[in-house]
């Protein structure tokens, strides 16, 4: 039974900045009242795992539950979501840590978590302990009905990483989502350089179809306020700016997906996220700025996290540092 709170918007910003911060290791949380707060910050002094453990040990206590986020490698899926509840800790805080500690991954998007782990012993986040662990993964165990939820989550972005997706976008457990007309007839008419600027779809989870959200004109500074902050969406978003005194109007893609939707949604637009470009770009005759072979795409949780700035400089080129060409010195007189 899950507890009921939920994640503060302080601990939101806190795990934000863990994940764009390569030199941060982890991250420690606890419950006040009825929100999940930040503690401590646990910097990265090695690129080895098992030595940044060691500076875990100081802010843990034999008493106290916590919530500890770990990177365990870099990449969006590198993090372990690990419950500390020590035998000595009061009842009520053992019963109140347990039942709330699902909510946690879910609050902060159970796609950036690759492992949850319960313990309740200090020794088993040291070295030793955390050997015995990674040596026990090899027997596979049981996992709970939102576990298996959560694991579902990431199989559907790989499915979808390996599906063509043209006219249908793939998902991962061999359903598919259709794109509605109108939905279709839109995009069509953003390719073309009329009508709004900014495009959103959503996805029907009853009937598992692709619809048009709404459709609006703004600029890249009012991306934030446009999109919806309560819903997944996957937003096409005609960027027009000035380069080198040219005007240009490339297509991009924006993937929002707020931490408060549901698993089902996650799901969904997981799958389906990368067979809505293709469809949008393959079928629609959508011409994306390039980049790979998907375009320009930005991901978020929240489209506050979009920004004027972190656009155009997807759009400034790379200045490219020349390294003059030394001469070697003439050698000296004999």
Known sequence: MQSGITASQELQSAFNSLVSTPSQRGLLASIQGETLVPKDTIPSKSPSFLDDLALLSPLIHPTVPSYIILRLENAPDGFIAITYVPDAAPVRQKTLFASTRLTLVRELGPERF??????????????????????????????????????????????????????????????????????????????????????????????????????????????ATSISDTEPRFSFFRYTHDFEGTQQSPLIFIYTCPSGSKIRERMLYAASKLGAIRAAGDDLGLEFAKKDMGGKQFEASSPSEITASMIEEEFRPKQEQKQGFSRPKRPGKR
Do not use: C, M, Y
């Open 114 to 223: 690759r492992e949850t782990l319960f313990v309740t012993e200090k020794r088993e986040l040291e070295r030793e302990g955390w050997e015995r662990h990674e040596q026990s993964k090899g027997v596979a165990a049981p996992l709970t009905e939102e576990e298996e939820v959560l694991k579902g989550v990431k199989d559907a972005e790989a499915a979808a990483r390996a599906g063509t997706g043209a006219k249908r976008a793939q998902f991962g457990t061999g359903a598919s989502l259709g794109i509605e007309e109108e939905a279709r007839r839109t995009l069509e008419v953003l390719g073309g350089g009329s009508g709004d600027n900014l495009v959103q779809l959503k996805i029907n989870v009853q009937s598992e179809v692709i619809e048009l959200a709404g459709t609006s004109s703004t600029s890249a500074e009012g991306l």
